[in-house]
Nanobody
Framework: VHLVESGGGAVQAGGSLRLSCAAF????????MGWFRQAPGKEREVVAA???????SYVDSVKGRFTISQDNAKNTLDLQMNSLKPEDTAMYYC???????????????????WGQGTQVTVSS
């Protein structure tokens, strides 16, 4: 399984970015895929996740601003980020693993497959 992120960049507060994750060699019917982020000096935290039946979850700090979606035909996972804030600045990672449902509380150790990360920088 190989995950490749794209779409990061630098924006001003209030702006938008769309991250995309292309999944290669991932052809399983049951999975959980998510976006994590890690700011300097902080632990990696889950931002949003989606499982194979389309159920989504979000960390409270991004609810109403971020939307996770998947395109099964293209094997891609997207994260639309609107109303960005400086505190959203971090390296964003795509992650995946095989689950019937995403774990209720997701941490880095729950996922075996990771992309290389894409930087998001939001200036005030």
């Amino acid at each position: 399984v190989h995950l490749v992120e794209s779409g990061g960049g630098a924006v001003q507060a209030g702006g938008s970015l769309r991250l995309s994750c292309a999944a290669f060699g991932y052809a399983y019917s049951s999975y959980c895929m998510g976006w994590f982020r890690q700011a300097p000096g902080k632990e990696r935290e889950v931002v949003a996740a989606i499982d194979s039946d389309g159920s989504t979850s979000y960390v409270d700090s991004v609810k109403g601003r971020f939307t996770i979606s998947q395109d099964n035909a293209k094997n891609t996972l997207d994260l639309q980020m609107n109303s960005l804030k400086p505190e959203d600045t971090a390296m964003y990672y795509c992650a995946a693993d095989f689950y019937l449902k995403c774990p209720g509380v997701m941490v880095e150790a729950d996922f075996a497959y990771w992309g290389q990360g894409t930087q998001v920088t939001v200036s005030s």
